[in-house]
Structures are given as C-alpha cells and as structure tokens.
C-alpha cells in the first residue's frame, strides 16, 4: 500500500494527496514527524501543493530538534517554504491552510504569524464556496484548528460554525 501511494505522489494524484494529508494529520509524535517529513522529500517540488508540505513537514521537525537553533531554523526555513507555496498558489486552500497550521503552533515572538488572519480568511471563503470535501478527515481537521485557534477572530469562528452546521446537515 505504502509504495503504490508513494508512486502515486510523483504524479500528485488523488491517492499521493491522501497519502500527505493522511502522513500531515498523523504527525502528531516523533516518529510521525520524521515519517510526514521523510515522504514529503521524496516528493517533486514542483508544485506550490509539494512545496507547502515540505514546507510544514521542515517546521514541524522543530517540535523533535533539542537544540534551539536547530529548531529556529527548521521554522524559519519551513516557512520560506510555506511563504514560495503561498507565492505560487496564493488562492489554493490547502496551500494557505498548512501556512496558517504552523504560523499557529509557533511562538508568537517569533514573527511568523503576520499573515495568520488572511490565510485563515481565504480557507473560510474557500469553505463558503464549497471548495472542499468537508467530510474528507484532512478538512475535518481544519474545521478543528480554525475553530480552536486563537489566531482566527470571532467573526471567522463564526462563519466556521455555519459552514459545519451545514456540511453536517448534508
């Protein structure tokens, strides 16, 4: 299974998708990091899709580093990845939503948060459209981080709420 889903992410196929989401939302120890970051090198970095994964799984290695300049620099070298994603694609949900996730989970003081309320804005509007398949658990998950972020502002919690309600009742 491993390595047809693996082939699949050279072409950036629905199941090489599922497979990076499913890496992404399962990153949640050490181990899960270094898989997450391990299949997203193996990836062609010639999409802002690509790019943006390997740009949230190079952050995310932060969180396994013990040395503070190491984990600096995994952020800060994960979010000039996440920063030519969002260049690339700046309208593509998927792209603003990984910045949004590791602009979140980093420290406040370390400047990376200045474009946390538009990424947040263009993943609620593409919500809104109907861009999304919102009983995919990748955007299950981001229902949940935006609701539970401290970053996104009342209003957008909001809109999240009704957009969940409605995704529900379907």
Known sequence: MELLALACLGTWGARGQ????TAFLNATDHAGIHRFHALTQRLEPN?????AFQGAATAMLAEVDASVWAKWRHCRDGMRLLD?????ASADPEVRFL???VAD??????GFRTNIHADAEVVITAMEQGRMAPACRF???????????????????QRVERIEVVAREK
């Open 18 to 21: 599922d497979a990076v989401q």
């Open 47 to 51: 999409t802002a899709r690509t790019a």
């Open 84 to 88: 030519k994603a969002v260049e690339q």
């Open 99 to 101: 910045r949004f996730a």
């Open 105 to 110: 989970a980093t420290p406040g003081f370390l």
């Open 139 to 157: 955007w299950k998950q981001v229902f949940a981080t935006l609701l539970s972020s401290e970053a996104t502002d009342p209003a957008q919690r």
